[in-house]
């Protein structure tokens, strides 16, 4: 594997991004990979985008964008006003996938979170994703929570 890229994202990597969002049984039905990219996606991340405390990133190998992951920065009150780093819709096209590049992009964002002096990094995923559990906790996460959402 050549050395991937990691950065923040740009507008034109959209469709990439929403395609590996798209690319799982969950994603196929939450997520529309129809071109032009929907304009909840063009605002959404035109929103992120502008947002200090958002990060979205992508993994770039060979000049084509295998990689996503958001980080969001969030002050808190607890653990006597700690910064938390908030990773989700972390993706590898299926491509990619195998050849440890999930767990050096994860690296990095850890690393990002470090560096916005996060005395936390935080995850949610969903129930159902058993692979990415496993995943996670070799990166060094630990199950120590039971998450709630509601959808509105």
């Given amino acids: 594997?050549?050395?991937?890229?990691?950065?923040?994202?740009?507008?034109?990597?959209?469709?990439?991004?929403?395609?590996m969002l798209a690319d799982d049984v969950l994603g196929r039905q939450r997520e529309d990979t129809r071109l032009p990219a929907a304009d909840a996606y063009v605002q959404a991340f035109q929103a992120i985008d502008a947002d200090p405390n958002q990060f979205l990133a992508v993994a770039e190998l060979d000049g084509a964008v295998v990689g996503t992951l958001q980080i969001s920065f969030m002050p808190g009150l607890s653990h006597q006003g700690a910064w938390r780093g908030e990773i989700e819709a972390v993706r590898i096209a299926r491509t990619a996938r195998g050849a440890g590049l999930g767990r050096r992009m994860m690296e990095?964002?850890?690393?990002q979170c470090r560096a916005r002096n996060c005395r936390i990094v935080q995850l949610t995923s969903d129930l159902k994703r058993t692979d990415a559990h496993r995943f996670y906790e070799q990166v060094g996460f630990v199950s120590s929570h039971k998450g709630y959402k509601l959808v509105l």
């Fill in 108 to 111: 990095w964002a850890i690393e």
């Fill in 1 to 19: 594997m050549s050395e991937p890229v990691f950065r923040r994202a740009e507008q034109s990597d959209l469709e990439a991004i929403v395609a």
